[in-house]
């Protein structure tokens, strides 16, 4: 759950973010009745990284961010979302020595592919953004 941590920690802690959905950002599911926008986000893979003798403790962690707007919004509205939540996240850590977030000792956070959508389930606008976390297990 170190992943989970950072992102959790990251994104409630920059301002873009929170003027936006203040603390509605949550692992795995949106709550049934959720105020919006608001910010979803879940564990999609993981590996070790694998040394020749011994291994260092190091994993890599895809987690998707969905950003999720009204549908009775602009569109634009989710997009900004998105876009705060990519300021916070793309290339965040520190690649040589690690920062600590959240107590996980975290080196580089990258990002994946994107897509946008209309989710009928949800009747809501949707970003979703696959994120990579790179930590110290």
């Known amino acids: 759950m170190k992943a989970e941590t950072v992102i959790k920690t990251r994104l409630g802690a920059v301002t873009g973010v929170t003027n936006l959905v ?12 959720a105020t919006l926008p608001a910010i979803v986000f879940k564990r999609i893979s993981s590996r070790d990284l694998k040394g020749a003798h011994s291994n260092p403790g190091i994993s890599y962690v895809t987690l998707q961010v ?11 509205d989710v997009l900004a979302l998105a876009e705060q939540v990519r300021q ?29 959508d209309y989710d009928e389930a949800l009747d809501a606008h949707v970003i979703s953004t696959d994120y990579v976390v790179n930590h110290k297990d």
């Open 22 to 33: 203040a603390d509605r950002v949550y692992p795995g599911a949106l709550p049934l009745n």
């Open 88 to 116: 916070a996240l793309d290339r965040y850590g520190n690649v040589y020595n690690g920062l600590l977030v959240g107590g996980v000792l975290l080196y580089d956070i990258q990002r994946g592919s994107s897509a946008a």
């Open 66 to 76: 969905i950003c999720v707007g009204a549908k009775d919004a602009p569109q634009d």
